[in-house]
């Protein structure tokens, strides 16, 4: 496709199950960033890959999050252990450097829901 | 204190008005400024970048203060379809790395 595709959409899950969303980035983009989305809130950054090299991971809350990118292409991340405020929507973002600095092309997002 | 600060809002203007939001940012060594729209339940989509010397699209005018770390969007006769959150966006690097978003403004614009 030509935009950056996200799965599962929507995701229920219950508190302590683990959970892997992925990322499948517009083809070529070497950048790659995920944020989370929580309502009424702007995105806020989790971390970033250029090429398969995680080059900030500086966002991720705790250490049940785990992103990779091992080809340098898909992402997934991954979230162990599941709790109620890690309900958010989760948003991926590629980026070519031929494009003009800085825009980010992002997909529609997973909303997770933690019960 | 956010390293991205908004106007609160939400505006609620009629069609034809024109709107201005303002945007704070506390990091001086940021290098590139954005604004992106997002629609209900939608993913965010850049609108527009902010350039240092000001720039105009279509009815959408950006403007960077520097000196006072300061970012506007002026939207001049509104239309319906300009409902939407407004994000300005910050980064400190000018081609990658991380971009920090404020939580928005929340644009209606009613018949």
């Known amino acids: 496709g030509a935009g950056v595709s996200q799965s599962p959409r929507y995701k229920v899950a219950k508190r302590g199950q683990d959970v892997a969303l992925r990322c499948d980035p517009i083809?070529?983009?070497?950048?790659l960033f995920w944020y989370q989305q929580a309502l009424g809130q702007g995105p806020e950054f989790l971390t970033y890959f250029q090429n398969e090299a995680q080059l900030d991971k500086s966002g991720l809350p705790s250490d049940r999050f785990f992103a990779e990118r091992p080809e340098g292409s898909v992402s997934t991340l991954k979230i162990q252990r599941t709790q109620q405020e890690d309900s958010a929507v989760y948003l991926c973002a590629s980026m070519s450097r031929g494009t003009f600095p800085g825009e980010l092309f992002f997909g529609e997002g997973s909303r997770l829901t933690v019960l | 204190r956010k390293e991205v600060e908004q106007d609160p809002g939400p505006f609620n203007v009629p069609e034809g008005a024109t709107v201005a939001f303002n945007c704070t940012y506390s990091?001086?060594?940021?290098?590139?400024f954005f604004w992106y729209r997002q629609d209900c339940r939608k993913e965010p989509k850049l609108l527009m970048s902010?350039?240092?010397s000001g720039n105009e699209d279509g009815r959408f005018t950006a403007q960077l203060n520097r000196a006072s770390q300061y970012i506007s969007l002026l939207i001049r006769d509104s239309k319906l379809s300009d409902s939407a959150t407004y994000l300005c966006?910050?980064?400190?690097?000018?081609?990658?790395?991380?971009?920090?978003f404020g939580d928005g403004t929340t644009l209606t614009v009613k018949p």
């Open positions: 966006v910050v980064n400190k690097d000018t081609n990658a790395g991380k971009s920090t």
């Open positions: 083809s070529g983009h070497v950048s």
């Open positions: 902010v350039y240092s």
């Open positions: 990091n001086s060594a940021s290098q590139s």
